[in-house]
């Protein structure tokens, strides 16, 4: 059946619907009390790896706060699933044994994420399923830059050194690591879209790590070999979807993501979003990029911050109202239906 409300894919094909679509990053999580509900009965993993429960968590914020799109509930770590490389939460992402040599590369498994990580297609199905047609349903991987950060961190970074490590002393294996990773992010999103998603999006969250020379030297190749090779899939019998990019902190490396045949640029809250179409060119669409802390403010605060949002947006080519980053934990679901109202309502 047709997606009912296709404000959202619209947008993303370059059209202006009648009405702005919006959706958050992050938007199935800790600050709404019926996820919280779910989370007491099993952990994060066991969330991630059960399609029902997955689906039920990625269908609430379409119940509470009408936004247009739903994004699947999952983690860009589970495809280590498919490198036989163990992760956890506590309660944030934890690698017993980061990759930081080349024996360690050479010991890497390049599994099928299909296969490997079938749960997540299943959860798509299931996600299916429930939203109905309703709204469309994005799929999602870290951008391989992110992917390979944690790789070899082992967990979140705040100066990357052991990255710039390799990458530096042996920027052949690094080479090599990338393009492997890229290779198995590419398959695992093409699993997603023929599973069922309607359109992906490319999760680059540290790619403000580096410095634009280091980001166009050994990043923005691999990210726009995955861009390329998913925008190359067309689903048997549905159309191309769309691919949205998004670098978080990468204000200072805008003009080079950009560079990426995405078919969503998406904006961090770091740069006024006019400056940041000015940059990346009012031909294309972008999406973002309200400032997350926004929504812990009072709600004349909101509906400033989104009127100023929306009017920037004017100057692309189309518009996808989000965050500048994932909504926070803290936020008031209220707040957040607020500002999802608000922008229906101008």
Request: one cysteine or more; charged letters at 20%; proline letters at 7%.
């Amino acid at each position: 059946m047709p997606i009912r409300n296709t404000s959202f894919l619209d947008a993303c094909r370059g059209h202006r619907p009648a009405q702005t679509p919006v959706w958050l990053m992050r938007q199935a999580g800790r600050y709404l009390p019926e996820y919280r509900a779910i989370r007491k009965r099993v952990s994060f993993l066991e969330l991630c790896r059960t399609p029902e429960l997955a689906a039920e968590v990625t269908v609430q914020p379409i119940d509470r706060l009408g936004v247009d799109a739903a994004i699947l509930f999952s983690d860009i770590l589970v495809v280590f699933d498919a490198m036989g490389v163990a992760v956890e939460f506590n309660p944030g992402p934890q690698l017993p044994k980061p990759v930081r040599t080349t024996a360690d590369i050479a010991a890497l498994r390049w599994g099928d994420p299909v296969d490997e990580v079938g749960y997540v297609m299943d959860a798509v199905r299931a996600c299916k399923r429930a939203l109905a047609d309703r709204v469309p349903l994005i799929g999602f991987c870290g951008a391989p830059f992110t992917t390979v950060s944690y790789l070899i961190e082992g967990g979140g970074s705040r100066d990357f050194l052991e990255v710039k490590k390799l990458m530096f002393c042996e920027p052949v294996a690094f080479g090599r690591l990338m393009a492997n990773t890229t290779e198995l992010l590419a398959r695992y999103l093409i699993g997603q879209i023929d599973a069922g998603v309607d359109a992906v999006q490319i999760f680059d969250s540290w790619a403000g790590a580096l410095g634009p020379r280091d980001y166009q030297t050994h990043v923005l190749p691999h990210t726009i070999a995955l861009v390329e090779a998913v925008r190359a899939h067309v689903p048997a019998g549905r159309e191309r979807v769309p691919v949205i990019l998004f670098a978080r902190g990468n204000a200072n490396t805008l003009a080079l993501t950009a560079t990426a045949p995405a078919d969503v640029i998406g904006i961090d809250w770091s740069i006024e979003l006019d400056d940041a179409i000015e940059v990346v060119g009012s031909d294309r669409v972008v999406q973002g990029n309200l400032d997350p802390g926004v929504l812990l403010g009072p709600p004349e605060l909101i509906r400033e911050r989104v009127r100023a949002t929306l009017a920037a947006g004017a100057g692309a080519k189309a518009h996808v109202f989000n965050l500048g980053h994932g909504i926070s934990r803290f936020t008031d679901p209220d707040h957040a239906k607020l500002m999802v109202d608000t922008v229906h309502g101008l």
